[in-house]
C-alpha cells in the first residue's frame, strides 16, 4: 500500500510538473523522471509473485483457520492460530524453522489442469526426466514440514487425527473422514447421486465400488511427508475390477519401469462426471498427477484457487 501512494503522489508531483512546462518540449532531465516514473508504476502494476499467489489461495481456501495474510519479514506470510506461517520457497514454515529451511522438501502447490490433457506419448528426452525424476525420488525421498498443516487440521499425531475424524456413509459404503469435509462430502454424493439418474455409466460406477479408504496415519508411498490420508482429507474409491487396468504409478511400476509411458486407455478412471463432481467442492483428483492415483481424491481447494477454479465452500 505505501508502494501505490509513493507512486501516485510521484506521479502527480511529475504531471504538475509536465503542466508548468505548458506546450514546450520537457528537457532531458525531466524525461528521465518520468521514465523512472512510469518504470515505479508499472512494478506496482506487476503480475503477484508465486508466494503471494500461494498464501492468498491458502487464506481464501480457509477463512475460518487463516486470520490474515501479508507480506512481512521479507517473504509473505499467513497468521494461523496466532503463528505466522512464512513461504519460504513454498515450504509454509514457522518463523523457529527458518534457519532449518534447508532441511525441508517444497510443499507441492502446483497448477491443477481443469481438464485432463490430451494424452502425448513422452518422447525419449521427456521420458530420459521422468526416469531421473523418480531416480531422485527413490535416493532422496521427499521431506516436508508438516507443521503448517498439522496446525491447519489440528491433528498433530495420531491421536490428535483421530479425535478429528468421524465415520460418515458415502454412495452406500462407510469412510472415515476429518469432520469439517463431511459436509463437503455429502454435497458431492448428491452431485453424483443426481447424475447417475441421467447417465447409466456414473450409474454402473457406483454399483462397481468395493470398498472405500479414508482416514489412515501414515506417510506418502516412498517419502518422508505426511499422507493426506493421515488427516482424513483423502478419499480412495476402489472398485470390484479395474479391468486389468493400472490405477497407481507405484503399483504399476512394479510391472512397467516406464510408468509414465501407460496411456490414458490403459488406466482405470472414474467417469468424468464424478471428476466434477468432486472438483465443484474443493477435491482435486490423482489422475492429473504425473505420479498418478486414479482412485485417490483428496481435499485441496487452495490447488483449484491457485489454477483459476473457483470451488463451492458450504464450510
Avoid at 14 to 39: C, M, R, T, Y
Avoid at 161 to 171: D, G, M, N, S, T
Wanted: hydrophobic share 35%; proline share 6%.
Amino acid at each position: 500500500m505505501n508502494n501505490i501512494k509513493f507512486c501516485l503522489i510521484f506521479y502527480f508531483l511529475i504531471a504538475g510538473n509536465i503542466f508548468a512546462l505548458g506546450s514546450k518540449e520537457a528537457d532531458p532531465e525531466n524525461k528521465a523522471v518520468i521514465s523512472s516514473a512510469q518504470n515505479v508504476i508499472q512494478q506496482t502494476k506487476a503480475e503477484p509473485t508465486r508466494a503471494e499467489q500461494v498464501m492468498r489461495a491458502l487464506a481464501a481456501a480457509y477463512p475460518h483457520q487463516i486470520e490474515k495474510v501479508e507480506f512481512r519479514n521479507n517473504d509473505w506470510a499467513v497468521l494461523l492460530r496466532g503463528v505466522w506461517y512464512y513461504y519460504s520457497e513454498s515450504k509454509l514454515l514457522p518463523q523457529n524453522l527458518l534457519p532449518n529451511s534447508a532441511d525441508y522438501s517444497p510443499q507441492p502447490f502446483y497448477n491443477y489442469a481443469a481438464e485432463l490433457p490430451a494424452w502425448k506419448a513422452p518422447g525419449a528426452e521427456e521420458a530420459e526426466r521422468y526416469r531421473s525424476m523418480a531416480n531422485s525420488r527413490n535416493r532422496n525421498p521427499p521431506r516436508r514440514s508438516p507443521q503448517f498443516f498439522d496446525e491447519l487440521w489440528q491433528a498433530h499425531n495420531r491421536d490428535e487425527a483421530y479425535e478429528r475424524v468421524k465415520r460418515i456413509r458415502f454412495l452406500e459404503k462407510t469412510v472415515t473422514v476429518h469432520n469439517l469435509i463431511s459436509e463437503n462430502l455429502s454435497f458431492v454424493e448428491e452431485k453424483i447421486l443426481a447424475e447417475a439418474k441421467v447417465n447409466p455409466q456414473v450409474q454402473n460406477w457406483i454399483n462397481g465400488i468395493n470398498s472405500l479408504e479414508g482416514w489412515s496415519w501414515r506417510n506418502i508411498a516412498d517419502t518422508q511427508s505426511r499422507s493426506y490420508h493421515s488427516y482424513g482429507l483423502a478419499v480412495d474409491i476402489m472398485p470390484k475390477s479395474y479391468g486389468g487396468k493400472e490405477t497407481y504409478w507405484l503399483w504399476a511400476s512394479d510391472k512397467r519401469p516406464d510408468w509414465w509411458n501407460i496411456s490414458y486407455n490403459e488406466r482405470y478412471h472414474p467417469p468424468a462426471a464424478v471428476i466434477k463432481a468432486f472438483e465443484t467442492y474443493g477435491f482435486i483428483w490423482g489422475g492429473k498427477w504425473l505420479y498418478f492415483d486414479t482412485m485417490h481424491f483428496e481435499y485441496r481447494p487452495e490447488i483449484l484457487i491457485l489454477s483459476g477454479m473457483r470451488p463451492e465452500t458450504r464450510r
